[in-house]
């Protein structure tokens, strides 16, 4: 009787490692452009706050920030921050005071 395994087996068993790692390292990498896509996010907050509360941004960030101004009823006054990152939007934050 022989010990080891056949060529078979031996072919099953890799294809089955290489299916795991290459799945693992799909997972990954959009993990790793979730992760960039949530700094930036958290940039650009960053800057619509620092812009609300009229403090200087001290971070150094390549976000742009558009804002629009409107009046709404009973002297309510509505500001839309668009914040985008090279051309792509991030997200639109809307801020409500009284004038």
């Known amino acids: ?7 078979l087996e031996v072919l099953i068993g890799v ?4 299916v795991a790692a290459s799945a693992l390292i ?8 979730r992760l960039e896509t949530a700094r930036d996010r958290v940039d650009g907050l960053y800057v619509v ?3 609300i509360y009229g403090v ?6 390549d976000v742009a920030v ?3 101004k409107r009046k709404l009823e009973y002297g309510i006054v509505e500001t839309i921050f668009d914040v985008r990152k090279r051309g ?4 639109t934050f809307r801020y409500y005071e009284k004038e």
């Open 1 to 7: 009787m022989r010990k080891g395994f056949t060529l």
């Open 15 to 18: 294809t089955i490692f290489v």
């Open 49 to 51: 706050k620092s812009e």
């Open 66 to 68: 558009d804002r629009k």
């Open 88 to 91: 792509r939007t991030l997200f």
């Open 26 to 33: 799909f997972v990954s990498s959009r993990n790793i452009g």
């Open 56 to 61: 200087p941004c001290e971070k150094n960030t």
